[in-house]
T-cell receptor
């Protein structure tokens, strides 16, 4: 069984630029999560999808972050414009259902200079 | 609101010894799941062990076991016969009706 795929693995951008991350969950997993993990901290949920719909985006900075999940499969997370404090690892995870164990991708390390 | 607290930022243990990582949580829900995740230095997070709140029996996965005290809202992880490959960040997580919440993590270092 293929795991959660994410790309790119690393990205360096200047502040005020835009960036997009891609995630392909495990086949058949209805729930998809995007997390922001700042160095030394636990993952912070940005957005949770159940199939195509958004379940929770209460911690997503909507003035600069956006996310979509097309056809209930792949998802993209975008930041526009980026700020220095957005430097973090962005993790994508999927699960069969919302309450079950999550399977994580390798993450994208974003550095904003 | 649900919270998850890991009060030990860092711990170390000698190889082959046993170590216990602590986690407490707060919730008003009766049915929920608790998890321990491991994040090695390569950063890919993996599930270590899962506990359903309705089960009284503590979960066990090989060298990993939990002590689940529902009334005390405590969920500790015991690692027996620690190995160098156990060196990682360990996150306790709560999953309820509305939220999936991670603790701040415990950095475990296994010493040779």
């Amino acid at each position: 069984e293929a795991g959660v795929a994410q790309s790119p693995r690393y990205k360096i951008i200047e502040k005020r630029q835009s960036v997009a991350f891609w995630c392909n969950p495990i086949s058949g997993h209805a729930t998809l999560y995007w997390y922001q993990q700042i160095l030394g901290q636990g993952p912070k949920l940005l957005i949770q999808f159940q199939n195509n719909g958004v379940v929770d985006d209460s911690q997503l900075p909507k003035d600069r972050f956006s996310a979509e999940r097309l056809k209930g499969v792949d998802s993209t997370l975008k930041i526009q414009p980026a700020k220095l404090e957005d430097s973090a690892v962005y993790l994508c995870a999927s699960s069969q259902r919302g309450a079950y164990e999550q399977y994580f991708g390798p993450g994208t390390r974003l550095t904003v200079t | 609101a649900q919270t998850v607290t890991q009060s030990q930022p860092e711990m170390s243990v000698q190889e082959a010894e046993t170590v216990t990582l602590s986690c407490t949580y707060d919730t008003s829900e009766n049915n929920y799941y608790l998890f321990w995740y491991k994040q090695p230095p390569s950063r890919q997070m993996i599930l270590v062990i899962r506990q359903e709140a309705y089960k009284q029996q503590n979960a066990t996965e090989n060298r990993f076991s939990v002590n689940f005290q529902k009334a005390a809202k405590s969920f500790s992880l015991k690692i027996s016969d620690s190995q160098l490959g156990d060196t990682a960040m360990y996150f306790c997580a709560f999953s309820g009706t509305y939220k999936y919440i991670f603790g701040t993590g415990t950095r475990l270092k296994v010493l040779a």
